[in-house]
């Protein structure tokens, strides 16, 4: 049985202070937690090391997060990872596009971090 600790979450975003809290808190919760700062660097990671979930935010250099859901949800080696998109885009198009791409759960930006950590918990649990 896998438990908290063996789960790998892979945030991506470009702002540094929401990496590094996030970072902070899921390390907390006991995740082995990756980090990547642009949508390129989430794939090339995920390619890597096949997190189990992901947290993207949408607008990052080279690569979006949209790209980079659609890369994961079609190409993992075991099981397609839970994706939680954390984005500023909120309107109801962009929201349901996130979901058509197949993303788990679409979190607007500004967000409660003890809500996005509570909902992350709650997948997880569902994958242990």
Known sequence: MIRRNE???LIADDE?????SLEFLFKKEGYKV??????QEAINMFDLEQ????ILDIMMPNV????????V???FKV?????????????????E?????GADLYIPKPFSTRELIKKVNLIATDML
């Open 34 to 39: 990756l980090i990547a700062r642009d949508g």
């Open 51 to 54: 997190p189990a979930i992901m």
């Open 16 to 20: 540094p202070s929401i990496l590094m």
């Open 7 to 9: 789960l790998k979450v």
């Open 79 to 95: 099981k397609a990872p839970k994706v939680v998109f954390l984005s500023a885009k909120n309107k109801e198009t962009e929201i």
């Open 64 to 71: 979006d997060g949209y790209k980079v859901c659609s890369y």
């Open 97 to 101: 596009h996130g979901y058509e791409l």
């Open 73 to 75: 949800k079609t190409n």
